[in-house]
């Protein structure tokens, strides 16, 4: 069974950084590919960042510029650094992992950007 668990979250005002991390662990697979979405309430959930099995990223356009998505020393550990942000960014944001039998989800953290 694959755990997937995120760290990090909270509130920063407008403009201010923050951090939040994931860990996956139970899997045999060394290097996992995992993204970060986010999804606020009455919406569908949405891709913010992806870092595939080869380190590849991907950034939704809303985010480009501003987030950065990075993976521990080659570990199924993964950070998004969040600078610049601005209140729409305000959502749950939810980790997951895809390995070749399924894709596993987080149970997610809360950012809040608000003065």
């Known amino acids: 069974q694959v755990h997937v668990v995120e760290s990090g979250g909270g509130w920063v005002q407008p403009g201010g950084s923050l951090r939040v991390s994931c860990a996956a662990s139970g899997t045999s697979d060394s290097l996992v590919p995992m993204g970060w979405y986010r999804q606020v309430p009455g919406k569908e959930r949405v891709l913010v960042a992806t870092i595939g099995r080869d380190d590849s990223i991907g950034y939704a356009d809303s985010v480009k510029g501003r987030f950065s998505i990075s993976r521990e020393d080659a570990k199924n550990t993964v950070n998004l650094q969040m600078s610049s942000l601005k209140p729409e960014d305000t959502a749950v944001y939810y980790c997951?992992?895809?390995?070749?039998?399924?894709?596993?989800w987080g149970q997610g953290t809360q950012v809040t950007v608000s003065s």
């Open positions: 997951n992992v895809v390995t070749y039998n399924a894709v596993y």
